[in-house]
């Protein structure tokens, strides 16, 4: 691994100094939402981060309930942006920045549990090589309580060198 990509950003340093339970998966949640209050719409749990991975729940409430009295599908677009910014967060070093350019989901059938989302990527790109810029997809899979895939949708970002 070379510096590059050991080199860490703040939102995953937060996560590695908090204790690795409920507790501290809480109190991350909620600093993350007030740093990004949209995300706060879905009551995000970040239950796992590492470089390449993110897991988050977020319960079935009214707040998230369509005319059907199923999970919204853009509150499913919300929990999948939630788990591919904290992977993105958490994996893109900080000689690098990172945006979403796109995103392409698939609604497979009715959520009508809480969720949870997993963004994982297969392996994590040479970040030293990536001077222009790079398209990264991160493909986020969205089940229910039963373990059924509901959502997927496969967020592209532009990562690129940083500014000096």
């Not at 392409?104 to 392996?123: F, H, I, M, P, Q």
Request: hydrophobic share 45%.
């Amino acid at each position: 691994m070379t510096t590059v990509e050991s080199t860490t950003g703040a939102t995953y340093r937060a996560w590695s100094k908090l204790p690795s339970n409920s507790i501290g998966s809480a109190v991350f949640s909620v600093g993350m939402c007030l740093r990004v209050p949209y995300f706060a719409s879905v009551l995000p749990r970040v239950v796992a981060l590492e470089p390449g991975r993110c897991e988050v729940t977020a319960p079935k409430w009214f707040g998230v309930r369509n005319h059907l009295g199923t999970f919204h599908a853009i509150a499913a677009c919300n929990l999948a942006e939630v788990a591919m910014g904290m992977l993105a967060e958490a994996t893109v070093p900080t000689s690098h920045r990172w945006i979403p350019k796109s995103m392409n989901v698939e609604y497979l059938t009715k959520a009508t549990t809480s969720l949870r989302a997993v963004a994982e990527l297969d392996g994590l790109p040479d970040f030293a090589a990536v001077t222009d810029g790079l398209d990264i997809v991160v493909p986020v899979s969205i089940r229910d309580t039963a373990g059924v895939e509901v959502v997927h949708a496969d967020i592209t970002i532009w990562v690129s060198a940083a500014s000096r």
